[in-house]
């Protein structure tokens, strides 16, 4: 797992962290029960505070991504697909509501935004 840290990005380093984790969950490069970097090892392979690199495995764990076990290291937690299904909705809910803002702004009825999607859509199948 190759985590690519962006000082210009505005999203916080342990977030950053955080997302670049859930990506290789999502897209099967780290499976379940595979053992994460420690804290102090990501750390000092990012050259940043293991604080940080802490609190991005504290939020994994209370989402149910990754399991800690004391004395043992961090591991990827079994998947729940209504966790994954229910992040990936999300996801789309943001992109969704950032086109609504820009369909707004630029004066593009719900009509061109609809026929668009269809067109997308229709290319996948």
Not at 40 to 58: C, G, H, P, Q
Not at 65 to 92: C, H, M, R, W, Y
């Amino acid at each position: 797992m190759n985590i690519i840290l962006s000082n210009s990005s505005g999203i916080p380093i342990f977030e950053q962290i955080e997302n670049a984790i859930k990506e290789a969950i999502f897209s099967d490069e780290l499976k379940e029960e595979d053992m994460l970097p420690s804290v102090r090892n990501l750390a000092n392979e990012l050259k940043i505070s293991f604080l940080t690199v802490k609190r991005a495995y504290d939020e994994l764990e209370q989402a149910g991504f990754i399991k800690t076990v004391q004395g043992k290291g961090s591991f990827i937690a079994p998947k729940n697909l209504d966790l994954i299904k229910e992040e990936k909705l999300k996801e789309i809910q943001d992109y969704i509501e950032k086109v609504y803002n820009i369909s707004k702004i630029a004066n593009i009825s719900e009509d061109e935004v609809k026929e668009i999607f269809r067109m997308i859509f229709e290319e996948e199948i």
